[in-house]
């Protein structure tokens, strides 16, 4: 089988979304004995390998400017032969990807409203929304579209396994992301512990995560049991066991929503708006707008009082029952296949 090769922006800045959605990708195409190769930013290796669940081949990109990327990266996927290049990355410039289209080599993008490499893609895929479709086509009336819920990435642990009900589970889990760019987790954890007593906490950290001894030191001085998991390998056991979650909006929200979890969303960048809006809309979560200056106090006061409701956190968990699925890479694999040249 030819190889699907991904170019992905991955690193403690950017944090892993973009790295933990292409994984779900690959290990749908993995199902089907496909060979699959990473090509990340600097530093991003590390980040990919210390998964327990990683198995594939990790190249990060030695070229310093946009024309040598584009040769490069040719290169590479002319050389392994490659079926496709999935390209999932606000800050990968368009002119990186011409050489691959010149070349007839189809390009994925994953987009989230950037629209910045959508005149480079043979196929786009933006499981947010639909509401782009026609601005797609305009900048690129050959493109194929894959838009909407069906096209989710999810990686396998969340296609697997059954979500209990609320009497089944336990704590509140705290995840802002695998880098927590923005440093909310420690204010979090602080403000938290104000307000909070006697309640199990879980605070996961990714692999990209660098302030962990700002947060051993909140964790110490909190009245709450805390316990914290770094590098966390099964988000989706975390999710499902837990009463209730703050997390960041993006990825994870969706995840959250796979496993049926009640949830405080804490939107940190502007593209997650619409999806946020969306899931507050369906029932089963509260949201912050936190792209700005960020109410900790006031997140810290929700948890609490939802966490004092165990009526309407049951309420919510029901309210999201039946509106997520995790077999979204197996939808995009299909369409891949469909733009694969013979």
């Known amino acids: 089988m030819r190889p699907i090769v991904f170019r992905v922006s991955v690193s403690p800045a950017i944090g892993m979304g973009h790295l933990m959605r292409s994984l779900a990708l690959a290990q749908a195409a993995g199902s089907y004995d496909i060979p699959c190769h990473f090509f990340t930013d600097k530093g991003g290796r590390a ?74 893609a043979s196929l786009v895929v933006n499981s947010t929304t639909s509401s782009l479709d026609a601005q797609y086509l305009e900048m690129n009336p050959a493109v194929k579209i894959c838009s909407g819920p069906d096209y989710r990435l999810m990686r396998r642990e969340f296609q697997r396994g059954d979500n209990p009900p609320q009497d089944k589970r336990f704590g509140i889990a705290v995840c802002i992301g695998g880098s927590d760019p923005k440093g909310l987790t420690v204010p979090l954890i602080n403000a938290l512990s104000d307000v909070l007593n006697d309640v199990p906490v879980r605070v996961i950290t990714g692999a990209a995560f660098n302030d962990i001894s700002a947060l051993n030191e909140a964790i110490k001085a909190s009245p709450l049991a805390i316990q914290h998991i770094h590098n966390c390998q099964d988000m989706a056991d975390v999710w499902r066991h837990s009463k209730l979650a703050v997390s960041a909006a993006g990825g994870s929200q969706f995840e959250l929503g796979v496993c049926e979890t009640p949830s405080v969303l804490l939107m940190v960048a502007e593209n997650q708006r619409t999806a946020t809006e969306q899931a507050q809309q369906e029932g089963w979560c509260t949201t912050f707008d936190c792209t700005g200056d960020v109410p ?46 013979p």
């Not at 070229?63 to 290169?75: A, K, N």
């Not at 032969?81 to 994925?108: F, K, Q, T, W």
């Not at 997140?299 to 029901?318: C, D, F, N, R, S």
């Not at 077999?327 to 891949?336: D, P, T």
């Open 47 to 120: 980040l990919a390998v210390a998964r327990n669940d990683w198995i594939y081949p990790v190249t990060e990109v030695p070229c310093s400017s946009d024309d040598d990327e584009s040769r490069w990266l040719t290169e590479q996927a002319q050389r392994m032969n490659a079926s496709a290049v999935v390209v999932d990355g606000y800050d990968i410039p368009a002119d990186s990807l011409s050489g691959l289209r010149g070349a007839g080599i189809p390009v994925v993008v994953m987009d989230d409203g950037q629209l910045s490499q959508v005149a480079q």
């Open 296 to 341: 900790f106090d006031e997140i810290a006061g929700t948890v609490h009082a939802l966490w004092q409701q165990p009526v309407k956190l049951e309420a919510m968990q029901q309210a999201v029952k039946g509106k997520y699925h995790a077999e979204g890479a197996f939808n995009v694999l299909n369409a891949i296949a469909e733009v694969i040249q």
